[in-house]
């Protein structure tokens, strides 16, 4: 994947499931997880498989059922 393009990751966030939509090279890739802590490790392998090595991610505001996957994804980033 090239590293000059803009990767943005979009959530969905509910109580029991976060939905992905992750738009990059013209492309969308959709998956959902479960908003769990398994859910954000399945999260974490999903962009991990997919070699990106920055993604620009945004959730809505919902307030704490964001949290665990804000932290998630905060966290991959360090």
Same mark, same amino acid.
């Given at each position: 994947?090239?590293?000059?393009?803009?990767?943005?990751?979009?959530?969905?966030?509910?109580?029991?499931?976060?939905?992905? =939509?992750?738009? !990059? *090279?013209?492309?969308?890739? $959709? *998956?959902? !997880?479960?908003? $769990?802590?398994?859910? !954000?490790?399945?999260?974490?392998?999903?962009?991990? %498989?997919?070699?990106?090595?920055?993604?620009?991610?945004?959730? *809505?505001?919902?307030?704490?059922?964001? =949290?665990?996957? =804000?932290? %998630?994804? !905060? *966290?991959?980033?360090?």
């Amino acid at each position: 994947m090239s590293n000059n393009s803009k990767i943005v990751l979009g959530l969905d966030v509910a109580k029991l499931k976060l939905d992905g =939509a992750l738009i !990059f *090279e013209q492309q969308v890739l $959709t *998956e959902q !997880f479960a908003n $769990t802590l398994v859910g !954000f490790r399945l999260l974490q392998a999903w962009l991990y %498989c997919l070699h990106l090595k920055e993604v620009h991610a945004c959730l *809505e505001a919902t307030g704490t059922y964001g =949290a665990g996957a =804000a932290h %998630c994804l !905060f *966290e991959r980033k360090n």
